[in-house]
């Protein structure tokens, strides 16, 4: 498949993607989060075995970013299921934080 068929195929996941979690309610989006948060560390796992596969300084370079920014993606994550079910449990009265 050539460069203009992935690129035809990732916009179509960037709409979909968007349609999706557009659609999802906020009282839904800790429980995506906490599904989201699972997939990264998989994803986190394999570009950490994917760089110890490298052998060219490209490779290594790539990989390197790929595992440092896997790893900002699935802390923020981690972050913002934490800030939301604080303040869930804030309104429930559970005084989750302030």
Do not use: W, Y
Not at 61 to 70: F, H, K, R
Request: charged share 10%; net charge positive.
């Amino acid at each position: 498949m050539g460069g203009v068929g992935l690129l035809t195929i990732f916009v179509l996941a960037v709409f979909v993607g968007f349609e999706v979690v557009s659609k999802v309610s906020s009282t839904l989006h800790t429980p995506l989060m906490s599904g989201a948060n699972a997939i990264h560390g998989v994803v986190l796992v394999g570009a950490i075995l994917i760089l110890g596969a490298s052998s060219g300084p490209v490779q290594i370079t790539l990989g390197v970013i790929a595992v440092v920014l896997g790893t900002v993606n699935m802390v923020g994550g981690f972050v913002v299921t934490d800030r939301m079910l604080r303040m869930f449990s804030a309104r429930r009265g559970g005084g989750g934080g302030k």
